[in-house]
């Protein structure tokens, strides 16, 4: 009773009229509108409980069929907007893994977000009989949802301004839903109809085979007593005249039925029996209201080491997300903020550690090791001055020579003097390469 | 068998506008869809509609409400609405379209009924039920009518050559509500209208008729086999069943066959209700003309009927010529003096001999010192009051310029007048009904001014002049005799003496309007006998028959009521088959 109550409280309220009273509401300064739809002029006396001094309402009272037309070119679209926290660094941190760097900085600029909420109004008639569903839908991205529900949140209203209208909405989606929704109900109907329907079609057969066989026996015992006629003794010229009228009326008998007309009448009168069990649905979008709400892009700085790296993220404050943060490496999102050695933002996929152990991903990593394969950041890659080749730090010996690097493949140790430098500028004897050095000092041995 | 149930969807995707629309609150909203959710009202239980419209409606008779409520819970607008004649079938009928419209079940009607009810039924609809009805002229009108109104003997023309009915396109549309008015004229199972009416497509299909069957109850048979295919089996089975042999009108198995016709039928006797019906008394009230009128008036029959001519010399005495003519002559000294001085006027269109007649007729008024209709109606008036000052008078007169005439010379008598022409609006209409019921003492009107009010209050109604359709005079009488009146209606109507309006009046007034007859039962027989509606001449029939007497008599009053005593009696005949009608009827269906 206290919902009726609020219902009609509310209502005459939103219409600027005086409500006086709790358990018998007085209505004053009436609009003249709603007076003629009413009927009756105000002020009003409601009461909600019987033997009370007012006009009782209850549930099933005109009044509420006078509020309800009243209302339906009224409320058709509602903007709204819902009442969200803004993302605080606390609460990054929930979101995002920071890996031992802090927010030295956060920039934050706002859009709107848009759902629809769609609330149908789907009248089902069959018979004499009526039911009214109501079903709210919501939509996003013209997608539904099932998982957000309005009431769960606080509201302000939206103005125009903050709404952009975004094209219209598949409906289909919508419709579909609707006929999901109702499948169940319309089959008990379907049901309830079908007895009647088979009973009402069951009578207009019988009618029409009746009528049917009736012209038929008719037909029949004419033709006996015609056939009878033949075999009696009575004069021919009697006999030529009864046979003449009986043939008329076999005639007449089988114009009476003509089957083809019989058929079509009938199958007139079945279509009108089954159009008369049909079921009407029709669904009406008694309001539309467009919820918005706010996406942030952010714009973090974080920092390490005096190391500042800005990412680039969205925040659904409505989902409480974070979105947007991608690995520049694939391009992925990540929930976690891992920056390589040369300052990219990456995901664990596309980032590695060198044996330096700095963070290196593919982005910045030159190469491998020509000679053990091994991954090389760009601070520990050297480049072999005689093949040209990338080599880790391991693999990198200097050329005692020219003090060059060079690699493990292009240097060798001269056997003489134990010094390493390239194989290029050592010179062979025996199999064996020496230093230009040691070389010089065995070949003068040989001269002398 | 089992058959596949048809199901209809429509989907109203109409979004709003963003840019152009008004945006409402949340609070606004949510109210709007908790009131939705509980108007949810599934079964008929009750006319949700009816606080709408019961400001419209005189009186509020419970058992019309009920009747609607029956129609719609428990027959689903599939029957035979049969009450007696008086206790408002229309309403009744109304209050079930309003309902239909109102829950969404309907949204295309066809009513059908004959030819002088189409009017009423438009009007009643409108004023009583906001409901307007598209009166079906050509068959274009199909196209456009959603709620739609038609005399069926328009309609239900068939076309020989084409083998098809002229207004077929009444037979493509699938109808929510058929409603066949007066549908007693459907008994014979072979007629056109009969098969006209059946081959429209219905979802629902409400019969109107007071009297179900005459002589025969195979009328009823093809009635009901009309509103439900076999609900009486088929015809044979219903006369070996239903049917005492030799007696058409007696039915065996009297239980069973009322018991089916429950099944399908709201029947409720006056009896049954409180409604009260007073009598009409006619009173004709002589005019006594005095020697000079006399003269004028022979010498205006004289025009009319002889020395009536076209500039070109023709005569003119077609029907419809001197319709338009004799009827503002005979009405009153000024609309006569007016109408000759517009053949004097009009010197291009009438012959020179007719406007030397209409001149000297003239002159003859100038000098005339006495008029004894509208002396005498001062005296009526002055009687009536006699008896009873508190008393009202409603005054009918065809013409305006007549009754600005009675005003101005009613004015010395200081009576408190209100004068009523044209159309008006609800409002102004309810304006108009309290001055004269509170106010004033007598009112006076054409009887197009006021069409569909009720003045039950007033008991005296004059007929200063009398139209010649007794259906106007039946309506003219009708907005006094309606359900509320207290006291038996006096009806005066002014004749002069020794003239043929002496034999109309009897004829319209003591033959027809005032002869025991409920309101409804006189349109009922004239649609029985065919006379009914348009005649040749666009005017009604009744009208017509009354008119070519007149120019047949050729001034012979002896001749002319012979002509009327014709029409008297199949008339007679008319009443007494209704009669008739009525107790078969009412032997059958309202046998306890």
Same mark, same amino acid.
């Given at each position: 009773m206290s919902d009726l109550k609020n219902i009609v409280k509310e209502f005459f309220v939103k219409l600027n009229c005086t409500v006086i009273g709790d358990d018998i509401l007085l209505i004053e300064n009436v609009p003249k509108d709603f007076e003629k739809i009413y009927g009756k002029n105000g002020p009003y006396r409601f009461a909600f409980e019987e033997n009370a001094d007012g006009e009782l309402l209850t549930s099933s009272s005109h009044l509420f069929n006078v509020i309800s037309e009243y209302l339906r070119n009224k409320a058709k679209v509602t903007l709204l907007k819902l009442e969200l926290e803004e993302i605080s660094p606390d609460e990054l941190q929930k979101h995002i893994h920071f890996n031992g760097y802090n927010i030295y900085k956060i920039n934050k600029k706002s859009n709107n977000d848009y759902i629809y909420k769609l609330t149908f109004e789907t009248t089902i008639h069959y018979l004499n009989e009526t039911e009214k569903v109501i079903n709210h839908l919501y939509i996003h991205d013209n997608t539904l949802i099932e998982n957000f529900n309005l009431e769960d949140y606080q509201t302000i209203p939206a103005t125009r301004r903050e709404i952009k209208n975004e094209g219209e909405l598949d409906m289909k989606l919508p419709q579909e839903k609707i006929k999901q929704l109702l499948h169940d109900r319309l089959l008990e109907i379907k049901e309830k109809l079908k007895v009647s329907l088979d009973r009402e079609i069951l009578r207009i057969n019988e009618h029409y085979n009746n009528l049917s066989h009736e012209a038929n026996k008719e037909i029949e015992s004419t033709r006996v007593k015609l056939a009878e006629l033949k075999n009696s003794h009575e004069d021919l010229q009697t006999k030529k005249v009864k046979e003449q009228k009986l043939q008329e009326a076999i005639i007449r008998l089988e114009e009476k039925i003509h089957p083809q007309e019989l058929e079509k009448e009938k199958k007139f009168h079945l279509i009108e029996e089954k159009n008369k069990h049909s079921i009407n649905i029709s669904s009406k979008l008694l309001n539309q209201t467009v919820i918005c709400f706010p996406i942030f892009s952010l714009q973090m700085v974080f920092m390490n080491n005096k190391k500042f790296k800005t990412v680039d993220a969205e925040f659904n404050a409505l989902t409480k997300q974070i979105h947007k943060i991608v690995c520049e490496c694939c391009s992925l999102e990540i929930k976690e903020i891992i920056i390589c050695s040369s300052n990219h933002l990456l995901c664990r996929q596309c980032g590695d550690r060198c044996s330096c152990n700095a963070i290196q991903c593919i982005k910045c990593r030159k190469s491998n090791c020509y000679l053990c394969s091994k991954q090389i950041c760009d601070s520990c890659t050297s480049l072999c001055s005689m093949c040209r080749k990338n080599i880790c730090q391991s693999d990198a010996k200097t050329d005692?020579?020219?003090?060059k690097i060079i690699c493990r493949q292009c240097s060798t140790t001269c056997p003489s003097c134990k010094r390493l430098g390239s194989k290029q500028l050592f010179k062979k004897i025996e199999n064996k390469f020496y230093c230009p050095s040691c070389y010089g000092k065995i070949k003068i041995q040989e001269v002398f | 068998m089992t058959e596949e149930i048809i199901i209809n969807e429509s989907f109203d995707i109409e979004m709003s506008n963003l840019e152009v629309d008004d945006f409402n609150s949340r609070e606004l909203m949510e109210l709007k869809i908790k009131v939705s959710e509980l108007?949810?009202?599934?079964? #008929?239980?009750? =006319? #949700?509609s009816y606080p709408k419209i019961k400001n419209n409606l005189t009186y509020d008779l419970p058992y019309q409400r009920d009747g609607a409520l029956r129609i719609l819970r428990d027959f689903n607008c599939n029957a035979l609405l049969a009450d007696e004649v008086g206790l408002g079938k229309t309403i009744t009928t109304g209050m079930v379209i309003k309902e239909l419209i109102e829950r969404g079940f309907a949204k295309k009607i066809l009513i059908l009924t004959p030819p002088s009810l189409v009017d009423q039924w438009v009007a009643e609809l409108d004023d009583k039920f906001d409901i307007s009805f598209n009166i079906i002229e050509n068959e274009d009108d199909w196209d456009v009518s959603d709620f739609a109104i038609a005399s069926i003997d328009r309609v239900k023309g068939y076309d020989l050559e084409s083998r098809?009915?002229?207004? /077929?396109k009444v037979h493509d549309i699938s109808w929510d509500l058929l409603i066949v008015d007066e549908a007693h004229k459907l008994k014979d199972r072979l007629s056109m209208r009969t098969k006209f009416v059946d081959k429209i497509q219905k979802k629902r299909f409400l019969i109107l008729t007071a009297t179900p069957f005459q002589n025969d109850l195979v009328e009823l048979y093809n009635l009901l086999n009309l509103l439900k295919k076999g609900h009486l089996g088929t015809l044979q089975a219903f006369r070996k069943n239903f049917l005492e042999r030799g007696n058409k009108r007696k039915p065996l198995n009297h239980e069973v066959l009322k018991r089916k016709l429950r099944e399908v039928m709201v029947r409720r006797k006056r009896s049954e209700t409180t409604v009260e019906y007073m009598q009409r008394v006619p009173k004709t009230i002589s005019v006594d003309l005095t020697d000079e009128e006399k003269i004028i008036y022979e010498e205006i029959q004289n025009m009319i009927k002889s020395n009536y001519f076209l500039s070109s010399g023709m005569q003119i005495n077609g029907k419809l010529a001197i319709y338009a003519i004799l009827p503002k002559i005979t009405s009153s000294s000024k609309s006569a003096m007016e109408s000759l001085q517009r053949i004097i006027d009009n010197q291009d269109k009438y012959h020179k001999r007719t406007i030397t007649h209409a001149q000297k007729i003239l002159d003859a008024y100038a000098v005339l010192k006495t008029d004894s209709k509208i002396e005498t109606l001062i005296k009526l008036i002055r009687d009536i009051f006699r008896q009873d000052r508190n008393q009202k008078i409603l005054i009918y007169t065809k013409h305006p310029t007549t009754l600005f005439y009675i005003i101005e010379k009613l004015k010395p008598t200081g009576l408190s007048i209100v004068p009523f022409t044209g159309a008006s609006t609800r409002e102004e209409k309810t304006a108009i009904i309290d001055e004269f019921k509170n106010r004033a003492d007598i009112m006076i009107s054409?009887?197009? *001014?006021?069409?569909? =009010?009720?003045?039950?209050?007033?008991n005296n109604l004059i007929n200063y002049d009398l139209p010649w359709n007794p259906m106007s005079v039946e309506q003219r009488i009708g907005r006094i005799d309606?359900? *509320?009146? /207290?006291r038996n209606m006096n009806i005066y109507s002014l004749a002069t003496k020794g003239t043929m309006e002496e034999y109309v009046v009897d004829l319209i007034i003591?033959?027809?309007?005032?002869? *025991? =007859?409920? #309101? *409804?039962?006189l349109p009922i027989i004239l649609f029985n006998l065919g006379l009914d509606g348009n005649g040749n001449n666009g005017v009604n029939k009744i009208e017509e028959m009354i008119m070519n007497h007149f120019i047949d008599s050729k001034n012979n009053l002896e001749i002319f009521s012979k002509g009327i005593k014709e029409i008297e009696t199949i008339i007679q005949q008319g009443i007494q088959s209704y009669s008739e009608y009525k107790i078969n009827t009412s032997e059958l269906i309202d046998h306890e």
């Open positions: 005692f020579i020219t003090k | 108007v949810t009202d599934n079964v #008929i239980n009750k =006319l #949700i098809q009915f002229r207004h /077929k054409t009887e197009t *001014g006021c069409e569909g =009010l009720n003045f039950q209050f007033c309606r359900i *509320g009146q /207290k003591n033959k027809m309007c005032c002869v *025991g =007859l409920i #309101i *409804g039962e």
